[in-house]
């Protein structure tokens, strides 16, 4: 399996990415989103199969530095039944800190 690295900012824990077993059968509905691996045991692997896709964006609340105000997901006119997700760098999330696990 390859495997691609990506060296998080100082400071910053790692996060890996792959698709679940279940998504990988297309039995989405079973995904926890968080798993693990028996090669990666003592590790969370987000998955990142295109049914946990979302919109993301920076909430209007993080935009003007309000970021106590911001709950994490948030609705805009333009799209007024979709969740969005705020990717602000006050929710924990910083460049460089995605490592991708390659099925």
């Not at 920076?58 to 106590?68: D, K, L, R, Y």
Request: glycine content about 6%; charged content about 25%; overall charge negative.
């Amino acid at each position: 399996m390859a495997i691609e690295w990506k060296k998080p900012a100082p400071g910053h824990e790692e996060i890996l990415t792959s698709v679940s077993a279940e998504c990988t059968r297309f039995e989405c509905e079973k995904c926890p989103g968080l798993f693990t691996r028996d090669d990666y045991p003592n590790r969370f692997i987000m998955c990142v199969h295109e049914c946990h896709r979302v919109m993301t964006d920076v909430s209007p609340e993080c935009e003007m530095g309000e970021c106590g105000k911001c709950s994490g997901t948030f609705t805009r006119e333009d799209y007024p039944n979709q969740s969005i997700t705020c990717i602000h760098t006050c929710h924990g999330l910083k460049d460089g800190a995605v490592t991708h696990l390659r099925d």
